[in-house]
């Protein structure tokens, strides 16, 4: 009754007076003397920042949180902002917010309070921080049980209280309350992290029907916000926007398919490319399979499977990882290979070259005689085919090794918080397209077009799309841009050129009216209904934009080590390993225009040669290009079955099927090497005998 009479008097006598001030993590809203608004937020919220005030509204900021109060102590609007708030300013005639953090500043300008909403003129676009997404639920969460009725009053547009408020009422017996709260949750617009977190609580809470109404809303607002199926998403940012493929597995686990069936839905249509994608569609999926609901099934394996088109050799989301660890066995491999074939080399011509160091002092004493002594090493004494299959397997392990280097950047680039947070925007730190970029390709230019153009910088977009030079995408995208400004001849136009230089592309399909199945086209039509489609890089293009190709790695390692080095800090052993490649291919190339220092006649085969020639299948046929084939597929072979001592977690080495499979191909090698060194042995045995005869 007191405060009722108080704002009575107050909007009966002005409110010229008001003030708002901040006292550490207290606010409070003064009328002279009397405090008609109080709240002391929690440390763990964020700073409280300094007030301002414009057109007779205050203005206070908590950690990614901007409150609009009015001078009667009423919370007016609330803005939800992608960083922690570093300053408010409103000398300018509207209030301008500064937004920092995770190495990003960002300026935004606020509207007028509109309902429960504080609007942002700017796009948002929120990067995986919890700490930020979260925040509503953690104030919450925080708050006493004895305080849900005060801070529902104070903080009407925060939902999370509302459905604590509901369930206390359910678990009190009283339905009613409980629905009524669970109303007021839903009447108050929220960001789409927040709206899947409060689906996922009313989820647990027992109102399925809330939670599938806050899921279809937390679908347009990202839609809303230039989220798009076709852009991957990172595990970092699904936590962040709510943790739903969590969810899932939490509902899996409980035996709750129904419930399942709904949040894997709301996966396929918002985040179909989210990291670990494949893992659950595949749990999902023999999950249907043990319901007897096969056919369901093999749909959802057949989504995940259409999900690999466009990655790198449409390997899947997991394709970085993949060439990684295929590009480490066969590194290992052809390392093996390369020491069994100079330790079979060096076996058969170690007599003969200690015969011939005699002369010279010995086998040590006569590297006081260095050309001579270069001219006796143990590979001098291999033909010049033997001594070219060694430049070659150094040469495919300089290849390798790069490989292997290729895919770690890569893969890293790729993580990079701006390319997974399922939109893009310039604002984030994406691929450079300035004079420190050499080599720009078409997709480093669609990448910063997209942001501005999804930002809302359409010349910006524009003059991107232009450097990007014949690129479909850039051109649909161009079209895009002429419809928006309703140049409808334009853009069919360039929507028809987009289709002629890539018929399969989708997004100029559906601006034609073709109406392509596919994903990204469905979520288009339901959420973003009567916009042009926009056209996203595919992943194999992003790599591209992000590190280039394979042989800019190789390129670099040759004409600049130096620069190699130290653009890569710190230098792994890798980069070191791939320096040390150089002069070991340059020693084996200056070894092939030394002559043969003894015939094969007078190498003989040693029994040292003929163990190592068995135990290393291929390495006594090095002569021939078949001894070659057969050592490398056996040291392939050897370092699959070491895989579970070796780091190949990304290939399914360790089944029982690949591990059988692995050891009769390991005994065939064995019994064709065999089978070769038998047929050696018995023409050597004849001409020693025609020899012999001849003498």
């Known amino acids: 009754m007191k405060r009722t009479l108080l704002l009575l008097a107050l909007a009966l006598g002005g409110t010229a007076s008001a003030e708002v001030r901040v006292d550490g993590q207290t606010v409070r ?11 002391t937020f929690a440390p763990a919220l964020g700073q409280v920042s300094r007030p301002v005030r414009l057109d007779n509204q205050n203005y206070v900021a908590v950690g990614p949180v901007v409150y609009a109060l009015s001078d009667e102590g009423r919370v007016l ?3 939800d902002l992608p960083g922690p708030v570093t300053s408010l300013d409103s000398s300018g005639g509207a209030v301008r917010v500064t937004v920092g953090g995770a190495g990003r500043s960002e300026r935004l300008t606020l509207g007028d309070p509109t309902g429960d909403a504080l609007p942002v003129e700017e796009r948002v676009v929120f990067t995986p921080d919890p700490a930020v997404t979260g925040w509503l639920a953690r104030f919450a969460d925080a708050l006493p049980a004895e305080g849900l009725t005060r801070a529902g009053a104070q903080f009407p547009a925060n939902p999370f209280i509302a459905l604590r ?27 789409f992290p927040a709206g899947t977190q409060l689906a996922a609580r009313l989820d647990r809470a027992g109102f399925p029907a809330a939670a599938n109404l806050a899921l279809d809303r937390a679908k347009r607002d990202a839609a809303a916000r230039g989220l798009d199926p076709a852009v991957p998403v990172s595990r970092a940012a699904l936590f962040a926007y709510g943790n739903p493929s969590g969810y899932v597995g939490t509902l899996l686990a409980q035996n709750r398919l129904p419930r399942a069936e709904v949040w894997m839905s709301f996966l396929r249509e918002l985040y179909p490319r989210f990291e670990g994608g494949d893992a659950l569609y595949r749990r999902y999926a023999d999950v249907l399979d043990a319901q007897g609901r096969a056919g369901e099934a093999e749909e959802w394996r057949q989504f995940a499977r259409s999900l690999r088109g466009g990655t790198l050799y449409n390997l899947g989301p997991n394709d970085t990882r993949v060439l990684r660890d295929v590009a480490r066995l066969a590194t290992f491999a052809l390392l093996l290979a390369l020491l069994a074939a100079v330790l079979t080399l060096s076996a058969r011509a170690w007599p003969t070259q200690r015969q011939d160091l005699a002369a010279l002092g010995g086998r040590w004493r006569s590297w006081r005689r260095p050309p001579e002594r270069l001219r006796r090493t143990a590979l001098a004494y291999a033909s010049f085919s033997e001594r070219l299959l060694l430049v ?3 040469a495919a392990l300089l290849t390798a090794l790069g490989s292997w280097q290729w895919a770690n950047l890569t893969g890293r680039a790729l993580q990079a918080p701006a390319l997974g947070t ?20 078409a997709a480093t230019y669609l990448l910063a077009g997209l942001g501005a153009q999804l930002d809302g910088d359409l010349a910006a977009a524009r003059t991107l799309y232009g450097r990007a030079g014949d690129d479909a995408c850039a051109l649909n995208n161009l079209g895009a841009i002429a419809q928006s400004r309703d140049d409808l001849p334009q853009a069919r136009t360039l929507y028809q050129q987009a289709l002629a230089l890539q018929p399969d592309l989708s997004a100029p399909a559906y601006n034609l009216g073709r109406n392509p199945a596919t994903p990204e086209t469905a979520f288009q039509r339901t959420y973003r209904p009567g916009q042009p489609r926009l056209c996203y ?3 194999r293009d992003l790599a591209r934009s992000v590190s280039g190709d394979l042989g800019s790695v190789l390129r670099q390692t040759v004409t600049d080590p130096l620069g190699f080095l130290t653009d890569r800090r710190p230098a792994t052993w890798l980069n070191w390993a791939l320096l040390a490649a150089l002069p070991l291919i340059g020693a084996l190339l200056v070894l092939l225009l030394i002559p043969r220092a003894a015939p094969a006649g007078r190498l003989g085969r040693p029994a040292a040669f003929r163990l190592l020639a068995v135990l290393f299948p291929g390495a006594g046929l090095l002569g021939n290009a078949w001894g070659g084939v057969l050592l490398v597929a056996w040291a392939g072979v050897i370092v699959a079955l070491l895989a579970r001592w070796l780091p190949f977690p990304a290939l399914p080495l360790q089944t029982a099927a690949v591990r059988s499979a692995l050891w009769l191909a390991l005994g065939a090698l064995y019994v064709l090497n065999v089978l070769a060194l038998l047929l050696i042995e018995a023409a050597h045995a004849r001409r020693r005998r025609l020899r012999e005869l001849e003498a």
């Open 392 to 394: 070659t397997l150094a």
């Open 77 to 79: 609007g609330r803005a």
């Open 422 to 441: 399922g939109t893009y925007s310039a604002s984030l730190a994406l691929p450079s397209t300035g004079d420190a970029d050499p080599q720009p390709v």
């Open 537 to 539: 890089p595919e992943r």
């Open 165 to 191: 408020e509901a369930e206390a009422a359910k678990t009190g017996g009283d339905d009613y309350a409980a629905l009524s709260a669970v109303r007021r949750a839903l009447g108050v617009s929220v960001p």
């Open 29 to 39: 809203v003064l009328s002279g003397e009397q405090v008609t608004w109080q709240w």
